[in-house]
């Protein structure tokens, strides 16, 4: 082979290399990509981790939404949990408070993060929470049961074809593992 | 037109290495093709028992033969070795073969590298099928790998991902080599537009290939990392979203599914003129329309995830811009189509089997823009509806592409003609039973049959007996090609080909300008001139 084919062919090996390696990150880089673009289109539901401030709104006693509140263990997850209100009617502005029940069934002390989750998704923007048991990781002695309060208020901003939202909570046992967030 | 080529003097040619070492050292590209070609084959084998393996135990209702979690593993590992083992190795054994002597290039540009790939891709299938007998069994999760469930995998997750890594590192090393071989090695005179379509379809899989096999390398090392090292991708408890992971692997699994077919379409454009006696109908449409496809595919992925939770918006975007699809795919059915109008059409095995493929990948293509359409994508869903949808453009399709490629070639590799009368009754058999096999499976798909499940309702089971059965049949089928490739091999029906074996076959393309078998090396000064019929 003669030299000059042998050089434009480690020239563009050389290129082609480089949109292999760009390749791999942008992979890599779909990840922000997905939470920012979910983050602006509200597309997956996913729900504000943190809380947000007791904000006034008008209260829009002429329209009532009804708020579905849906619990769930992930596989192993060895606790008890539900939701005490199972189901609630609103009107959009005005904060409300509803409890729910978790038991540690084990002997031992255990960590436990629940993780929301809101649909349909894209409801999920204008559903607030002043304070909720997921915004921190859940300490639970040997057997200790507890009630923990979520107060939320839904935005009257709520367009008018959403008529049921669902909140539904999945605890997982983080106990054996440092959550990084 | 056509001219001949100049003989070259041969003195300073010298023949293979002797003994088995040749096969390990070798950086010749056809003793590289030929290596890919026959592992490729081992592993359409090896596949193909375990489709059979899942076919025998949805031959009846009930639990047979297999525990479940191994079915679960069956249907993993078989796509993954058809996939990753068989039909991408069996192509770039084509190109490996076929694009230098297309070209009129020595050899491919780097050789070395292309020894290397090779060796990488069988250290890989060797890794995952090693994942088989290991405590835990096999990946069972479908060989997409969605997490959670794939995390439930034994102590085969780390050797599953570290395979998917090494067989991503063979396909991109393969196709920075392809992509340098036609860019920097074609003959003076061959331009871009003059390449036959299987040198044109595979240049632009080779672009695919590098764009989306390093995202999914990297969708799966997050993965390993979520199980190993804590991080949360896809992990909920985290903060995570295993949405994310279906995102990433359809963004490589769509252009994927292409880098399959891309080729198959190359091949059939190579044929087909040659048998209907006419140049190809509208090659740089064919071109453009490649082209295109290969754009489209990286715009669509989320048609594999309407039922995930998507805003109409996002449903809407991909339903139209899937159904684009259709469009430079159609213009291929049709210059097919045109092409064999009006020819002088014979019908050798070759040619039965693209005829085959024009008919039975447009039935699998029909039943695509089926499931374009969102709404209707629900009721089809994880049924065996797409079951029988992307088997009717991975089996009639790209296998019967594969399989007229060595019939078209292997006169031409080994110097011996194939047995016409035997491989014949192989496509009859094939073509027939491949419906049985899989037609079927649309009713029991629409009917609301769940896929990659070991049991099922008995409202299924007569329709599940009689794809079985025609699995059966094509599967023990293949065993008649496996004879003839040998026999061919060996000595064939003792008739002598001529260099361009089929009539007039040197009109479209260099390869028939070489003796049958031809020599060692090949074109290590360029050929004159260059056959224009294809264009």
Known sequence: ??????????????????????????????????????????????????????????????????????????????????????????????????????????????????????????????????????????????????????????????????????????????????VKN | MSAVVTEHDDHHDHGPEKGLLRWVFTTNHKDIGTLYLVFALAMFFVGGTMALIIRSELFQPGMQFVEPQFFNSMTTMHALVMVFGAVMPAFVGLANWMIPMMIGAPDMALPRMNNMSFWVLVAGVLLLASTLFMEGGAPASGWTLYPPLVLQTGNALPFAIFSVHLLGISSIMGAINIIATIFNMRAPGMTLMKMPLFVWTWLITAFLLIAVMPVFAGGVTMLLTDKFFDTSFFDAAGGGDPVLYQHIFWFFGHPEVYIMILPTFGVASTIIPVFARKPLFGYSSMVIATIGIAFLSFIVWSHHMFTVGMPMAGELYFMYATMMIAIPTGVKIFNWTATMWKGSMTFETPML?????????????????????????????????????????????????????????????????????????????????????????????????????????????????????????????????LYIVIQTIRQGTGEKVTDEVWEDAKKHGLEWHLPSPPPYHTFTTPPKVIPTEHI
């Open chain 2, 353 to 481: 089997f693209s005829i085959a493929f024009v008919v039975l990948f447009t039935l699998g293509g029909f039943t695509g823009l089926m499931m374009a359409l969102a709404p209707l994508d629900f009721q089809y869903h994880d049924t065996y509806f797409i079951v029988a949808h992307f088997h009717y453009t991975l089996v009639p399709a790209s296998i019967f592409i594969l399989q007229a490629a060595a019939y078209y070639w292997l006169p031409k590799w080994t110097g011996h003609m194939y047995n016409e009368k035997l491989a014949q009754l192989h496509f009859w058999l094939s073509a027939i039973s491949v419906n049985i096999l899989f037609f079927p499976q649309h009713f029991l798909g629409l009917a609301g049959m769940p896929r990659r499940i070991p049991d099922y309702a008995v409202q299924f089971a007569d329709w599940n007996m009689i794809s079985s059965i025609g699995a059966f049949i094509y599967g023990f089928s293949q065993l008649i090609f």
């Open chain 1, 1 to 178: 082979m003669s030299e000059v084919i042998e050089q434009k062919n480690i020239k563009l090996v050389k290129k082609l290399l480089l949109v292999v390696l760009a390749m791999f990150g942008f992979g890599y880089a779909l990840v922000p990509i997905y939470d920012v673009f979910c983050d602006i289109t509200g597309l997956n539901g996913k729900v504000e981790l943190s809380a947000a401030n007791e904000g006034q709104y008008e209260i829009d006693t002429g329209r009532e939404v009804t708020v579905e509140f849906i619990t769930s263990l992930n596989e192993t997850t060895p606790m008890k949990f539900r939701a005490i209100t199972k189901k609630l009617k609103i009107h959009p502005g005005k904060y409300y408070t509803v409890d729910f029940l978790a038991e540690n069934s084990t002997d031992r002390p255990m960590i436990a993060q629940a993780i929301p989750s809101i649909s349909p998704g894209a409801a999920a923007e204008y559903f607030h929470k002043t304070e909720c048991f997921c915004f921190t990781e859940q300490k639970f002695a040997a057997h200790e049961s507890k009630t923990m309060p979520v107060r939320f208020v839904v935005d009257p901003e709520l367009p008018e074809r959403y008529k049921t939202i669902t909140l539904a909570y999945t605890f997982f046992d983080n106990t054996d593992k440092t």
